[in-house]
C-alpha cells in the first residue's frame, strides 16, 4: 500500500494548510458547513460557474480558496439524500481519497445538512477512503516521475461530524472490515513462486495472533482422512498440499457454528488438460475463495464478532508433471464417492468436495458457503457485475441476496436441479468431475451438492469477482477482495447473538 491514512473523528476542527472536504447534497446550495472552511460565496460562486449541482460522486475543487486557511477545498457531491445507502458513503469515501493526491492533512466536513449522517455513515466513509487507499506496488523498484507514490505514507485524516464519539466506536469495526478485505487482495495479488500452500497456510496461521484457533493438515493427514480427491489434484506438483482449519470462537460456547470454505489453488496451469499460455499468470488468483475466507476470519476475530465461525481452505497447486493425474484417471474423496477425471482443468471442484464433506462431517455446521474462482462460464453468463449463487437453501439464498445488495458485493441466484445433476454421471465412476461445456457453471455446483448432505449451504462462483475485475472507487487493484464484506454483512445481520 502506497499510502497510509490516519483517520480520527472529532466535532469541530481548525483549519491550518492542507486540503478541506465538504458534501454537498443534488439540488441544495452549498452546505453552509462550508462556511468553516471557506467564505461561503466562494464555493457558491465557484459551484455556479461549474454548474457543479452535487450528482453523487462529483467533485469541485478550489485552489487556494479565498479568505481561507486551506490549500485546496473540495466540495463533494452525495446525490439525492433519499437513495443514500451504506454502500453510497463507502463510495463517497472512496472519491473522497482519490482527491488527497499529495496532500498531508485532510479536513472532512461529514454533516450534509438534509443527509442522514450518523456514526454508522461516518465509519463507511472512513472505511471508503481505506479501500480505496491500497496499491500492491510491493515488488516496484523504480518509481515514475508522475507516480501517485508522491503521496506522503501518512495522510492525517480529520473527519468532523456531529457524531465523533459514536464514530470512532463504529470505526474499529468497519476497520476491521477493511482490514480483512485488504489481506484478501494481498493474498491474491502475491506472485504464485511467493505464496504456495505451504506459505499460504502460513498467513492462515498468523490469525492466531488475533485469537483465531488454526489447524494445518498436511498431505500425511488428509491420506489418512481419505481427500483422494484434493491429493489427486496436488500430486502434479513439487509443493505439497494444506488443508487450513480456521476456528473463531466469538458466540454462545456449543452454539452450532456457521462455516465458509474456500478454494485455494495457488498456481492453476490445468494439469495434463493444460491452459493456453495466454493469460496464464492470471491463474495465480485461482485462490480468490481461500483469500476471501482468510479475509473474512480475520474480519470477525479483529472485530470480535459474537458468532462461532469455521473457516476451511485447502490448498494445492494444479502442475502438469510426471506424476500428475490423467484424464480417464478415477479417484475415491473423502465421503467415498468415486470420480471419474475428465479435465484435471476441473481441478477446483475436486478440492471443495473433500474440504466440504470434512467441514460437515467434523463440525456439523449450521451451513456452509463455499467462495471459489470455479468456472469461466459464470464470467460468461453473468459478467464481471455479480457472482453466482447456487444453493439448496432459500432462506439461505434470500439473506446472502440482501448481503449482497447492502455491501454492493452482488449475487446473482443460479438454477440446480436432478436434470442437470445427470450432466455429471459417469459410466465408470459415481459421478465425473465435469460436465462439458454447456451449463458449466451450473455442472460444476451440481457436482458440489454431492457433498453437503442435508446441510443448508450455497456456493458462490466468483470468478470474475474476485480478480481482474473493474476498477470502481473503493478498488483499484486487481485483486478486489471480493466476499469479505458480503459475507461479514451476513454474519453481522443474521448470524451473531
Known amino acids: 500500500m502506497s499510502m497510509k491514512f490516519d483517520i480520527a473523528f472529532s466535532a469541530s476542527a481548525v483549519i491550518d494548510g492542507g486540503l478541506a472536504i465538504q458534501l454537498k447534497l443534488s439540488g441544495d446550495a452549498v452546505a453552509a458547513g462550508v462556511a468553516e472552511v471557506d467564505p461561503q460565496a466562494v464555493a457558491v460562486r465557484a459551484a455556479g460557474i461549474a454548474k457543479f449541482k452535487g450528482k453523487a460522486l462529483s467533485t469541485l475543487d478550489i485552489l487556494a480558496p479565498a479568505g481561507s486557511k486551506a490549500d485546496r477545498l473540495i466540495v463533494l457531491g452525495l446525490g439525492k439524500a433519499d437513495k443514500l445507502t451504506a454502500y453510497d458513503w463507502l463510495k463517497a469515501g472512496?472519491?473522497?481519497?482519490?482527491?488527497?493526491?499529495?496532500?498531508?492533512?485532510?479536513?472532512?466536513?461529514?454533516?450534509?445538512p438534509g443527509a442522514d449522517v450518523g456514526a454508522a455513515e461516518a465509519a463507511d466513509f472512513a472505511t471508503g477512503m481505506l479501500l480505496r487507499a491500497y496499491k500492491f506496488d510491493t515488488y516496484k523498484t523504480k518509481k515514475k516521475d508522475d507516480d501517485e507514490d508522491k503521496s506522503p505514507k501518512t495522510v492525517t485524516v480529520t473527519i468532523v461530524t456531529a457524531n465523533a464519539d459514536a464514530a470512532t466506536e463504529q470505526f474499529v469495526s468497519a476497520k476491521a472490515i477493511a482490514e480483512g478485505v485488504i489481506l484478501a487482495r494481498d493474498l491474491v495479488n502475491l506472485p504464485p513462486n511467493v505464496l504456495g500452500p505451504i506459505e499460504f497456510a502460513q498467513k492462515a496461521k498468523d490469525l492466531?495472533?488475533?485469537?483465531?484457533d488454526v489447524e494445518i493438515l498436511t498431505e500425511t493427514e488428509m491420506t489418512e482422512l481419505g481427500m483422494g480427491a484434493l491429493l489427486g489434484v496436488a500430486q502434479g506438483s513439487s509443493r505439497p498440499p494444506r488443508l487450513a482449519v480456521m476456528t473463531w470462537n466469538g458466540g454462545t460456547p456449543g452454539d452450532q457454528p456457521v462455516a465458509f470454505v474456500g478454494k485455494g489453488v495457488v498456481f492453476d496451469t490445468g494439469g495434463i488438460s493444460i491452459k493456453p499460455s495466454l493469460g496464464m499468470e492470471d491463474m495465480k488468483g485461482d485462490m480468490g475463495g481461500a483469500a476471501a475466507v482468510t479475509g473474512l476470519m480475520h474480519t470477525l476475530a479483529a472485530r470480535k464478532a459474537k458468532a462461532n465461525v469455521i473457516g476451511i481452505i485447502g490448498l494445492v497447486e494444479n502442475m502438469p508433471d510426471g506424476n500428475a493425474q490423467r484424464p480417464g484417471d478415477i479417484v475415491t474423496s473423502m465421503s467415498g464417492q468415486t470420480i471419474e477425471i475428465v479435465n484435471t482443468d476441473a481441478e477446483g471442484r475436486l478440492v471443495l468436495g473433500d474440504a466440504l464433506w470434512y467441514c460437515k462431517e467434523r463440525f456439523k455446521p449450521r451451513f456452509m458457503i463455499d467462495l471459489a474462482t470455479l468456472t469461466g462460464a459464470i464470467v460468461v453468463a453473468l459478467g464481471s457485475l455479480h457472482a453466482g449463487l447456487f444453493s439448496n437453501d432459500d432462506a439461505l439464498a434470500d439473506e446472502l441476496t440482501q448481503a449482497g445488495e447492502t455491501s454492493g458485493e452482488k449475487l446473482w441466484r443460479m438454477p440446480i436441479s436432478k436434470d442437470y445433476d445427470k450432466m455429471i454421471d459417469s459410466r465408470f465412476a459415481d459421478m465425473k468431475n465435469s460436465g462439458g461445456r454447456q451449463a458449466g457453471s451450473i455442472t460444476a455446483a451440481q457436482f458440489l451438492a454431492r457433498f453437503v448432505g442435508d446441510t443448508p449451504w450455497a456456493h458462490l462462483d466468483i470468478a470474475a469477482t474476485a480478480l481482474n475485475s473493474p476498477q470502481n472507487e473503493i478498488n483499484q487493484s486487481w485483486a478486489s477482495g471480493y466476499g469479505v464484506r458480503l459475507l461479514d454483512e451476513l454474519v453481522r445481520k443474521n448470524y451473531e447473538n
Open 208 to 212: 492466531e495472533s488475533l485469537g483465531v
Open 94 to 112: 472512496g472519491v473522497a481519497a482519490a482527491a488527497v493526491k499529495t496532500m498531508e492533512k485532510v479536513t472532512v466536513f461529514l454533516d450534509a
